[in-house]
């Protein structure tokens, strides 16, 4: 069983010039550097490979408007976005496992007003013909939203659907029989020992927070510490789509879980036969934007750069935030960064992390 350990580069097999050239790469994003457009305030990166880590680094300001300024650490604590997905899906296979939800029974089962056609392994490939979004803020309660995500008129083929993995984190709550935040405390952080992962950070933590964007329309001059995602927020922070805040070592913890085939530091969260599952394209019939495990998007050379490969997966957030991870080569690519700080207008494409990609990728190419 591999487990993350600081190393070097002759030690993972992979180039050291070309190591070094992943913090510049990300460097040139930051205010003042070679890029004519900064992408993000922050950034911390971590790149391995067979579980050695050969670089763990933290640039920029993890608050750099509406207060004073704080500099962006390797053990700062991000808003996850959409990686918060890799999460509900763990809890949804394990909950499997333990033959308490069917991956293909009617959600109905446990949601009553769903269609008969949605199911959770639709759900979490993306298939179930959700749309992507609705505002739920304004509906008054859980409940009122969870019906109105259901009312949905659906479409055929792939969409991906921010709609469909609250409702997946409620179903889970359902077959589960404990809120998520709960659920994922049992079954994913606890057993890895992912101290630093959570849902609602508490405020003794807020010094490490790196802050993401100014919402007045949310009444939030500055979100701090606050779920990003308008839909968690109206939630109350705890949603299957988004709400998750981590460190960059935590996140290549869970990606090194998958790669071990679900187990770490001793501790099993998922069966090898199910981590297999999740890591298969299930949607190979819908054409290669459309690749999708249980949860993992897998090979996308469009954000992945040159890490893409038909053994990659991993996934984005909308906050700044990506995982990369390849089973045939080993490696594996974590960056966070507060992209939306304070404007979610800057940084909107994957140049800077097809740049990060680039340089590890030629790491080990160059060995």
Known sequence: MTELRPGTPAEAGLAADAVAGIVPALEAFLPGGREPEPAYPGFVV???????VVEHAARGSAVRHGGARVPMRTDTVFDLASLSKLYTAVVAVALAERGALDLDAPVA???PGFPAGVT???LLTHTAGLPPVIDLAPFPDGAARLAAIARQPLTEGYAYSDLGLIALGALCEAAGGRDLAALVAGLVTGPLGLTDTRYRPPAALLPRVAATEEQPWTGRPLVHGTVHDENAYALGGVAGHAGVFATAWDVAVLAQTMLNGGSYGG???????S???????????????AARGLGWQLDQPDW???LASPTAFGHTGFTGTSVVADRATGTLLVLLTNRVHPTRHRGTGHAWRRAAARALARAAAEA
Request: avoid cysteine.
């Open 46 to 52: 971590l790149a391995a490979r067979h579980g050695v």
């Open 120 to 122: 959770a392994r639709r």
């Open 267 to 273: 501790r099993r969260v998922l069966a090898a036969a």
């Open 304 to 306: 992945m750069g040159d």
């Open 109 to 111: 089962r446990h949601l």
């Open 275 to 289: 981590v297999r599952e999740m890591l298969t394209d299930h949607n190979a019939h819908l054409g290669p934007g």
